[in-house]
């Protein structure tokens, strides 16, 4: 069956570091891969789309890469702040464009 | 506000009872997603619509659960004869059809949390 992984243990780094998010995916061939910040309490927010046929994303402090060998995603915040602390969801899409689906999220949490 | 709203925020209801919630998307959207999340864990798939047509359910769904969109415009998600197990958060998110302009995103609402006695 399809899965994604997300790392479940808490990242905590410090501020002004580069925070990287991984997300792995098995049985899936996925056209798009999405991430999302959800703070507690809260829906999640898009952030970044990215298609199959491209390596890597950028907006602002954040990148997004795709390996469509290796099956994987790596998200990155650069120069991380407090304020980036939070739930990042990774989201898998076939080509049909129907549903997306999620993984379990990795919490960040940026430290003064 | 023209985001994606959702009512009741917080619901509390005793085993065995009847529960409904309400989804109002953002207007020009044709496509309506429900899931539904617990603690720890992503969102999980529940049913989406296309404007009024109901094109997908989860399997893991029970029969419980209903989920309409009468005019294609606001949904609702009733659960039956509510189980301890069906606390978690009902999210519910809304898209547009595929385009150039479309980025595929979900736009969601800040979700319903049900708690079952």
């Known amino acids: 069956s399809q899965k994604i992984e997300q790392n479940s243990e808490a990242l905590n780094i410090q501020e002004g570091k580069t925070a990287t998010l991984t997300c792995n995916y098995t049985?899936?061939?996925?056209?798009?891969l999405q991430w999302y910040r959800q703070d507690p309490g809260r829906g999640p927010v898009f952030l970044l789309l990215?298609?199959?046929?491209?390596k890597e994303k950028r907006k602002e402090r954040l990148k997004v890469t795709f390996d469509t060998t290796l099956k994987q995603s790596l998200f990155h915040i650069t120069a991380s702040q407090p304020a980036d602390s939070a739930t990042y969801l990774c989201?898998?899409?076939?080509?049909?464009?129907?549903?997306?689906?999620f993984g379990a999220g990795t919490r960040l949490a940026v430290h003064p | 506000d023209t985001g994606v709203s959702q009512d009741p925020r917080h619901k509390i209801t005793k085993r065995g009872q009847n529960v409904t919630f309400r989804c109002d998307p953002i207007?020009?959207?044709?496509?309506l997603y429900w899931y539904r999340q617990t603690l720890g864990q992503g969102p999980e798939f529940l049913t989406y619509f296309q404007n009024e047509a109901q094109l997908e359910k989860s399997r893991l769904l029970s029969d419980r659960f209903s989920a309409e969109r009468p005019k294609g415009s606001f949904s609702t998600l009733e659960i039956q004869r509510t189980e301890q197990g069906d606390s978690a958060m009902y999210l519910c998110a809304s898209r547009g059809l595929a385009g150039r302009t479309n980025t595929g995103e979900l736009f969601f609402g800040e979700g319903s949390r049900l708690t079952v006695l």
């Open positions: 207007s020009e959207h044709n496509r």
């Open positions: 990215i298609r199959e046929n491209e």
């Open positions: 049985n899936y061939s996925p056209a798009y």
């Open positions: 989201a898998l899409e076939g080509r049909g464009y129907n549903k997306l689906i």
